[in-house]
């Protein structure tokens, strides 16, 4: 089992940075590829990026390539996206995902969710 809790979101302009986190916890924590997602109202799930356990390969959609950086402290169980150059398309509630085994971008195969954090960038 594995207990999720991301944090950070917040209102910024367009153009700003926030940076997200996302608390692992549970036996399992420290053996999961874990994942963002966002979701903008009206529309699916979308992911954002992804990394690997335990060497730390990233996984980034086309949109937010160059813009964002996803990393982990394993140390702490803790994920981060650090999301620069944000714009109007950004906004949505980012959601960390966790999963034991292989990263994939496929929000079903996630078993394991955070509560969702609200980011909304404004022009």
């Known amino acids: 089992q594995v207990q999720l809790v991301d944090s950070g979101g917040g209102l910024v302009q367009a153009g700003g940075s926030l940076r997200l986190s996302c608390a692992a916890s549970?036996?399992?924590?420290?053996?999961?590829?874990m994942s963002w997602f966002r979701q903008a109202p009206g529309k699916e799930r979308d992911f954002v990026a992804a990394?690997?356990?335990?060497?730390?390969?990233?996984f980034y959609a086309d949109s937010v390539k160059g813009r964002f950086t996803i990393s982990r402290d394993n140390a702490k169980n803790t994920m981060y996206l650090q999301m620069n150059s944000l714009k109007d398309e950004d906004t949505a509630v980012y959601y960390c995902?966790?999963?034991?085994?292989?990263?994939?971008?496929?929000?079903?195969?996630?078993?394991?969710w955070g509560q969702g954090t609200q980011v909304t960038v404004s022009s």
């Open positions: 990394i690997s356990r335990p060497g730390g390969t990233t």
């Open positions: 549970g036996r399992t924590a420290s053996t999961a590829a």
């Open positions: 995902a966790a999963k034991l085994g292989l990263v994939t971008r496929l929000d079903g195969n996630y078993p394991y």
